[in-house]
């Protein structure tokens, strides 16, 4: 499996990273005590009381080499366009949210059968992508290409059948559609770059206005500014405009762990002077 039009940005994004290296380690740590390991970091639904910290651990725990190696190939071609323009802050916890996902729609549709596996928060990564890059080709076999937005809904419409007809075998359906599940309802009611979008359009068609502190409001109202007043105050907020949508067009380009220490004070700035407005 592969995909043009994007760049891998040169190497390995930080978190992605991260995650392959910590699975693969629990991989070998699950080898070495013959998988006895396993039933400690796997996620039972109903014994979720007795072991709570399940309900992460199970992302780390694969069933064999190859679960863990095709998990590990998707989250290296899908995750590093995510986590760079997102940040990694932000990657971090939609893959946690997916994988959380998981193991609720788990507790619903399986509440007795033990799950293990970066499936679910993967493919919410899998979601994720195909929404930011939806016409996207991606080649399965590096020969037939499929855009990113049909290949997710057929890898969606396969687990909810699946999940349905129960024939899954110990593939863990309804976790895969935990974390689309949990993907989408993220995306659509916290994307990083929905909020950043509307942040910019609510903050250009309200304007930023200096508000008085409390002192400022008990005296008596200031009067109002001269019309050479109200010009400057329009150009410092225009500025001011201007240098936002360069930072917010960079957090787009290159996520916000990109920006510098001037430029988080300036979104701090104006995200207080729009809450107080």
Not at 53 to 82: I, K
Not at 94 to 114: K, Q
Not at 227 to 249: F, K, T, Y
């Amino acid at each position: 499996m592969a995909y043009s039009g994007l760049s891998l940005g040169g190497g390995l994004t930080p978190w992605v990273k991260r995650l392959m290296v910590l699975n693969g380690l629990v991989f070998l740590a699950q080898l070495g005590t013959q998988y006895q390991l396993t039933q400690y970091l796997a996620f039972v639904p109903l014994a979720v009381l007795r072991q709570p910290w399940t309900v992460v651990t199970y992302m780390f725990a694969h069933g064999g080499f190859m679960h863990l190696f095709f998990n590990m190939l998707a989250l290296f071609f899908f995750g590093p366009p995510l986590e760079a323009r997102w940040g990694s802050t932000e990657f971090i916890k939609y893959y946690i949210v997916c994988g959380l996902g998981g193991a609720a729609l788990s507790y619903a549709f399986a509440p007795n059968a033990p799950i293990i596996g970066a499936s679910a928060a993967v493919y919410g990564v899998m979601l994720a992508f195909a929404m930011n890059w939806p016409d996207v080709p991606i080649y399965i076999w590096a020969i037939f290409p499929i855009p990113a937005k049909w290949l997710v809904a057929i890898f969606a419409v396969m687990s909810f059948v699946s999940m349905l007809d129960g024939r899954g075998g110990n593939i863990a359906h309804a976790a895969h559609l935990g974390g689309f599940a949990a993907g989408w309802l993220y995306l659509k009611l916290g994307s990083p770059t929905a909020m950043l979008s509307g942040f910019k359009r609510k903050t250009k068609r309200h304007g930023l206005r200096v508000v008085p502190g409390d002192a400022e409001r008990s005296s008596q109202a200031p009067p109002p500014p001269t019309p050479a007043q109200r010009r400057s105050i329009a150009m410092r907020e225009e500025g001011l405009l201007d240098e936002l949508d360069r930072v917010l067009d960079k957090i787009s380009t290159d996520g916000i762990a990109s920006l510098s220490p001037e430029e988080r004070r300036l979104l701090d700035e104006v995200s207080r002077r729009y809450r107080q407005n």
